[in-house]
């Protein structure tokens, strides 16, 4: 379920009146910190949640931060934020383009599939 509303949130970001790039629309996600002597990887997580509750990927930055939470975090996680930053500048050269809304839509998928990361590594509260 969540997947569907990162998707439909993305999708509907990438819908406004042509000139309006999607991180025009998007709000920027909260500010999330991380206390000392948590696992590498949690901060990457934390934030990863929170572009999820607020729907903003494509605002500029937050996938940055997002995957530069993961430097020292196991592969899985951070092949997955890599696959993640990979997706979303992929997104940013479409704007504008016939295949922005698949791009936008890859956005979406590739953070599902890290959050699912997050929870299988015991990362990521149930939120």
């Known amino acids: 379920m969540r997947l569907v509303l990162v998707l439909a949130c993305l999708l509907l ?11 025009v629309v ?15 990887g949690s901060l990457a997580c934390a934030r990863l949640s929170a572009a999820m509750d ?3 990927f494509l605002t500029a930055g937050v996938v940055d931060e997002i ?3 993961t430097a020292d975090a196991d592969a899985p996680l951070a092949d997955a934020a890599g696959r993640l930053g990979d ?3 992929a997104a940013i ?10 791009k ?7 953070a599902s599939d890290m959050s699912d990361v997050c929870v299988a590594s ?6």
């Open 13 to 23: 970001a990438g819908c406004g009146p042509a000139g309006v790039s999607p991180s």
């Open 26 to 40: 998007l709000s920027a996600s909260p500010a999330v910190s991380s206390p000392a002597g948590d696992p590498p």
């Open 67 to 69: 995957v530069a939470g």
């Open 54 to 56: 607020a729907g903003s």
């Open 87 to 89: 997706a979303y500048r």
């Open 122 to 127: 015991g990362l990521r509260t149930a939120g």
């Open 93 to 102: 050269a479409a704007s504008g383009k016939a295949d922005e809304p698949d």
């Open 104 to 110: 936008v839509a890859a956005v979406g998928a590739a």
